[in-house]
């Protein structure tokens, strides 16, 4: 197990939560890697896999870009993009609401249902690769230390 401190070469920290901090991002930046290059060989982004996985939560329902925007990890993410490209792959299908028809809701397409089922590289990541790390026990704990850290 490399320690931050080996990784970063530094050595002095001015306290517990500038190094506890500064390891949140890095590990969050490493996981983000994790994910990309799993998503690579299936041609989706992490932010394109989150909203087809989204849509699978209320498949065949289907929802609003405004209600995907609202669970995105990213808030910052170009929703309007995210949808146009999911589209153009076909992973994804668009239909006028019938209660309002300003409303466009989207649904998971069967290809895209199809594509979820192949990506099983992602889940390896928290079924098989963080267990070997980190116990369930200890999983929890980081868990509630990150809401805790958000306060």
Do not use: C
């Amino acid at each position: 197990m490399r320690k931050l401190q080996d990784e970063l070469n530094k050595r002095k920290w001015r306290n517990g939560q500038q190094l506890a901090m500064t390891n949140v991002l890095f590990t969050a930046q490493w996981l983000k890697e994790q994910f990309s290059q799993a998503l690579e060989p299936y041609h989706v982004t992490i932010q394109q896999y989150h909203v087809l996985r989204i849509l699978r939560t209320m498949h065949p329902e289907g929802m609003s870009s405004t209600e995907i925007q609202q669970q995105l990890m990213d808030k910052t993410s170009d929703v309007s993009r995210l949808i146009a490209r999911l589209h153009k792959l076909k992973l994804i299908k668009r239909r006028k609401s019938k209660e309002d028809g300003r409303i466009t809701n989207l649904f998971l397409s069967y290809r895209g249902l199809e594509l979820l089922g192949q990506i099983r590289a992602v889940d390896k990541i928290d079924k098989v690769m963080l267990p070997k790390h980190i116990t369930e026990e200890e999983a929890q704990m980081l868990s509630a230390l990150l809401d805790k850290m958000r306060g």
